[in-house]
Structures are given as structure tokens and as C-alpha cells.
């Protein structure tokens, strides 16, 4: 056993730390293992020091997969936003009840006063959150942010702990309408995804400069806004004729449930991390066109069925504008997500391999 | 702040002067009378972060026999931190001192009267 060949082992083992460490610090960790191993005379790591070479240099890998500070702050207020326009569209939409009446649509019984659901208190912490936010009071925030989190936890809990208790529980066939004590809740993809951006909205450190708090206001204003438009667009066409649509109701809203669901929020997640956490000057353009355009943002979805709309020649089913609007949008998120994964993957690209590497061991 | 024991005996090595890696393993398990072992991996992941948090910093480079030694030392922040850090243990000590000299147990008074504290006397 050469001298050679232990280092070749040692650095071997190396390889579990990314390449940048390595070419920091590899030197000097490989030097410090040889030393240690020359004092027991040792050829190779023990199984302790394997142990911790693994521990930590997954450790650093797993560090360079999280989200920068910048990256979460972008994050947090795109969520924020999108909380926002997702609250303001359940609210004027789904809870209003006179407004839901005035509309035609099928006005649900088990009603809390004039709200359909106790989703309302949720939607009601969310923008108290957002006010708190534009105040700059983000101790407020974060701690509405966790009560609008624990809320939208607490209200599709009910579903399982409390179904037996749950007067609409048998007669509504859609199961995710049940109900706390007579009281329905908003159905599961707006708890899920209001849940989902509490979350997100909390890894930020939530204090907005003034600029962020215009763009953040703006950013959810105008999603609640495309949203409504959207929704009311969709019923105006196609659903006027069924009495028995409710905008909770996920066949009723058609695709536009899709909007901040399951699908759009790896959208938001990957668009934040991936895509310019460093260039502020972005910011305004990134905010505006993921908030008001996340009805259609969901690539998962939207491809396959783009092609198949033009692959299909414009059916009358799928010819309705926003439909066009939707594959643009959609393909346009495959595009940036594609743009960002290559800046990053650019500017992350090992220069040089470093002589910590196996093959520069090998050599020496 | 409160410092892990491994972080404690590390600093404390380092008080003593700067030192490479191997050296400093060996320093911080004489420091701590065989208790604390650290292994290469631990080590320099303890150092970066200290380095990081601005109580060490590197202290030149030398290549021995082909290899590299990274030389670290103790940075001012780094020597308040440690004495920060002996002022708590030896307060700490001295509680558990009168507690047991009440309870009848050891005559030994202070920092010195517990076993705990060889720290206090590595400091010194």
C-alpha cells in the first residue's frame, strides 16, 4: 500500500463534498486525514471517519440545495401575494353570500351569516396578514401567518376528526364540503394551497421596503383580480344555464381551480429559487407575472393539454380565449424555468477540477 | 450564548496559539482528557462554521511532505466568546460547588473543586 494509494482512497471518499468545498478546503482536510492516518497507520478511512465524511459532506450539498436568503424573501412575498389574490377571489366569490345569490348561483345551507363557509376567518387572518405587512409590523405578520396556517390546517382537519359530528357529511356528495358542528369549510385545494403558501410566505423574513410593499399589494390585487375575471369569464359562457355552480365547487370553476393549487406551487417555489435571487431589478416584472398570470401557470397541466388543443384543431370545447392564454403561459413557464435551471447550472460549473479530486490524487 | 462542549475545547486549543489540523485534534482531545475526540470531517466543519461566525480565522497554508497544512488561530471576537464561555462554566461550577457542599459532598470550594473544571484550569 503505497502513500499514493491512501490518499487515492481518502479523496475517493471526498467526492461525497460538492466540487466547490473541495476545491476550498479539500487540500487541507486530505492532508489532516493523511496525518491522522499515518499516526494509527492506517490505510484508509475508519468507519468513523467515513461516517463523518458522509454526514458532512451531504450536509454541505443538502446547504447548496436551500434556497439563499434573497431567494426565500422572493419567495415569501410572491406567496404572500398570491395568499392574497387566492383570499380576496374565495372571499368575493365563495363566502359573499348576498353576492352569490345576486349572481344566480346556488346558495349552500349550514351558512355562517352572511359567509358560506368559516373559511372566511381564514381569508380574514390572511389579509390582516397582508396589512400587517404593508405596515412593516412583520412580527404581526409572522404570527398571523401562523394562525392563518394553523386555520387552514385546523379546517381540513375536520374532515377526518370530525366527520362523524358532521350534519352534511352524508347528503353532500362532494366529501371535502364537511363541516365543523354545521358549519361547512372552504374544500380541500383552496386549504391545501392556503396552507401551502402560509408556509411558504413564512420561511421570508417579512419585512418589505416600501417598493416590495406597493409590489406585493399590486402583485394580489391584480391576481385576485385576473382571477375573478376568469372565474366570472368561465361561468358567463359555459355555466350560466347549471343553478348549481358554487365557486367551490371544483367541476364548477372549471380549470381555473387549478389556479394557486397543487400545481402552481412547485411553480412558485421553483421560479423563486431558481430564477434571479441576486437581480432585485427583476423583481417587479417576476412578481407581476406569476401572480397575474397563475390561473394559467401550471406547466404540469397545461402542457399536455396545449398540445392537445392544437393538435386537435381548436375544438369548440377548447377554443375559449383563455385557453390560449393558458398554453402561452404555460410553455412561457417551461421557458423560464428552462432559462433559470441553465444561469444557475452556469453559474454553479466547476471552473476546474480541484486536486483534492480522485483523478488529481491519482496523479500525484 | 451557549457554546457545545467540542466548540469550547476547540477555542481553548486555539488560545494557546494557531495550529493545523491534526495538531488541533490532538490538543482538543488532551484538552478535554479523552472525552472529546474529533474526527477531520467534525473538525473542519466546526471550523468553517467558526470561521463563518468570525471566532477563528485561517492563519496561513504550508505543504509538508506534499501535503497541505491549513494554520487557524483565534480571533478577538473569539477570544471574548471563549471568555464569555469560561465565566458561565465556572459560575455554573460554583453553583453546583455550594449545592454539594451543602449536601455534605467534597470540601473543595470554586472552579477547582469539580472535575468539570479542568477547563478552567486549560484557560487559565
Not at chain 1, 14 to 32: I, Q
Not at chain 1, 207 to 213: C, D, F, G, I, Q
Not at chain 2, 18 to 37: I, N, P
Request: charged share 15%.
Amino acid at each position: 500500500m503505497t502513500v499514493d494509494d491512501v490518499r487515492r482512497r481518502y479523496a475517493l471518499w471526498m467526492l461525497v463534498y460538492p466540487p466547490a468545498w473541495r476545491r476550498e478546503h479539500g487540500e487541507a482536510l486530505l492532508g489532516t486525514f493523511l496525518d491522522a492516518a499515518d499516526a494509527r497507520g492506517g490505510t484508509g478511512p475508519t468507519g468513523r471517519e467515513a461516517a463523518g465524511i458522509l454526514r458532512h459532506g451531504l450536509v454541505w450539498r443538502l446547504r447548496l440545495l436551500a434556497p439563499s436568503e434573497p431567494t426565500r424573501h422572493l419567495a415569501s412575498m410572491l406567496a404572500l401575494a398570491t395568499g392574497t389574490a387566492l383570499a380576496l377571489t374565495s372571499f368575493l366569490l365563495g363566502e359573499w353570500q348576498p353576492g352569490i345569490a345576486a349572481r344566480g348561483w346556488r346558495v349552500e345551507p349550514g351558512h355562517v351569516g352572511p359567509f358560506a363557509t368559516l373559511g372566511v376567518l381564514l381569508y380574514a387572518v390572511w389579509l390582516a396578514a397582508l396589512l400587517a405587512a404593508l405596515a412593516g409590523m412583520a412580527s404581526a405578520v409572522r404570527r398571523l401567518l401562523v394562525a392563518a396556517l394553523l386555520l387552514a390546517v385546523g379546517l381540513g382537519g375536520t374532515l377526518f376528526l370530525l366527520a362523524p359530528l358532521n350534519p352534511f357529511g352524508m347528503s353532500v356528495p362532494a366529501p371535502n364540503w364537511s363541516g365543523i358542528l354545521g358549519f361547512r369549510r372552504p374544500p380541500g385545494w383552496v386549504l391545501v394551497s392556503m396552507a401551502g403558501l402560509s408556509g411558504l410566505a413564512l420561511l421570508g423574513r417579512l419585512r418589505l421596503s416600501p417598493v416590495e410593499r406597493v409590489m406585493t399589494l399590486l402583485g394580489g390585487l391584480v391576481g385576485g383580480g385576473v382571477l375573478c375575471w376568469s372565474v366570472l369569464g368561465v361561468v358567463g359562457s359555459s355555466w350560466t344555464a347549471d343553478p348549481s355552480f358554487t365557486f367551490y365547487r371544483r367541476d364548477g370553476s372549471f380549470q381555473v381551480v387549478d389556479l394557486v393549487g397543487y400545481q402552481t406551487m412547485p411553480v412558485i417555489l421553483l421560479v423563486a429559487a431558481l430564477a434571479w435571487p441576486r437581480r432585485r431589478t427583476w423583481l417587479p416584472a417576476v412578481l407581476l407575472w406569476t401572480v397575474a398570470f397563475l390561473p394559467y401557470a401550471s406547466p404540469p397541466v397545461t402542457v399536455p393539454r396545449s398540445v392537445e388543443i392544437w393538435w386537435n384543431r381548436f375544438s369548440y370545447e377548447t377554443a375559449y380565449p383563455p385557453a390560449f392564454l393558458d398554453s402561452l403561459v404555460a410553455w412561457g413557464s417551461v421557458l423560464l424555468l428552462a432559462l433559470a435551471v441553465w444561469h444557475r447550472w452556469r453559474r454553479g460549473r466547476p471552473e476546474s477540477a480541484g486536486s483534492a479530486d480522485p483523478a488529481a490524487a491519482s496523479s500525484a | 450564548m451557549t457554546m457545545r462542549e467540542p466548540t469550547v475545547y476547540l477555542l481553548a486549543a486555539l488560545a494557546e496559539g494557531r495550529q493545523h489540523g491534526y495538531a488541533l485534534m490532538g490538543a482538543v482531545e488532551q484538552l478535554s482528557g479523552g472525552t472529546v475526540v474529533l474526527r477531520p470531517a467534525t473538525l473542519y466543519g466546526a471550523l468553517e462554521r467558526l470561521t463563518g461566525e468570525g471566532l477563528v480565522r485561517v492563519a496561513g497554508e504550508e505543504a509538508v511532505d506534499g501535503r497541505l497544512r491549513r494554520y487557524f488561530e483565534l480571533t478577538d471576537d473569539g477570544a471574548a466568546a471563549l471568555a464569555e464561555q469560561q465565566q458561565r462554566l465556572a459560575h455554573a461550577a460554583e453553583a453546583a460547588a455550594r449545592g454539594l457542599r451543602a449536601r455534605g459532598f467534597g470540601g473543595r470550594s470554586g472552579a477547582a473543586g469539580l472535575g468539570a473544571t479542568r477547563l478552567g484550569g486549560a484557560w487559565a
